[in-house]
């Protein structure tokens, strides 16, 4: 109904909330091909051009279904079915036979380190990876460490030094030290805090942890 000190009529006034009505339909519509594009193109290659060659519907179908993927995680073939947008911790905890769940999730944002893997030797975020991005490398997760019963000597000295409290940063401290000690054992103390400057520790054991890592380079350099 038009307010009474409206000259309009009501055929108009209905005519101009169709209008708006439209507009705004028109404008949703609009944000959401941009979100759907912006998906498709942090896709993968082979995903967009798969995503291509099916058209529309099957743009749906390539980022929201499931493929089946490859992976080197410490030495050996997992296999396993993702959809693309899964992250490797995500694989690593919830898609591996067995499941590796050393590796922790705790922010899932990239802010606190406790899921650092190493990623051809390198340590990355895994919960800022995706899974299907990871076919081709090699992957070294907390479980790769220890042989058996035998502790590297980085997860020696964590014991030794007490570098642990509740441990859910135990093991992203770890991967992202035997990165730096793997590539250069006579680190010193300030590369050993630049190496692990990506790691949270809520607990405050930095100092137990600085020192495990000296004491373990020095045994790494035959020193």
Do not use: W
Request: hydrophobic fraction near 40%; aromatic fraction near 4%.
């Amino acid at each position: 109904m038009t307010r009474p000190d409206d000259p309009r009529s009501e055929a108009e006034h209905d005519r101009a909330l169709s209008r708006r009505r439209f507009l705004r339909g028109a404008g949703e519509v609009a944000a959401g091909g941009v979100l759907a594009g912006g998906i498709l193109s942090a896709a993968s290659p082979k995903a967009r051009a798969a995503a291509s060659a099916a058209g529309p519907e099957g743009d749906v179908e390539v980022l929201s279904g499931e493929v089946d993927i490859e992976l080197s995680i410490n030495g050996a073939k997992h296999k396993v079915r993702v959809e693309p947008r899964t992250t490797l911790l995500n694989a690593l905890r919830n898609h591996t036979n067995p499941t590796l769940t050393g590796t922790k999730l705790v922010c899932d944002r990239g802010n606190c380190g406790a899921c650092t893997v190493l990623v051809d030797g390198a340590p990355r975020y895994a919960c800022l990876q995706l899974a299907v991005e990871m076919r081709g490398h090699e992957i070294r997760t907390i479980e790769g460490l220890a042989q058996g019963d035998a502790l590297t000597p980085l997860q020696d000295e964590f014991c030794k030094h007490d570098a642990l409290m509740c441990g859910f940063c135990t093991p992203g401290f770890l991967m992202s030290l035997t990165g730096a000690l793997e590539k250069n054992p006579r680190a010193t103390l300030d590369e050993i805090k630049g190496a692990c400057a990506g790691n949270v520790c809520r607990c405050g054991t930095y100092p137990h942890i600085f020192d495990a890592a000296v004491a373990a380079g020095k045994r790494m350099a035959g020193g």
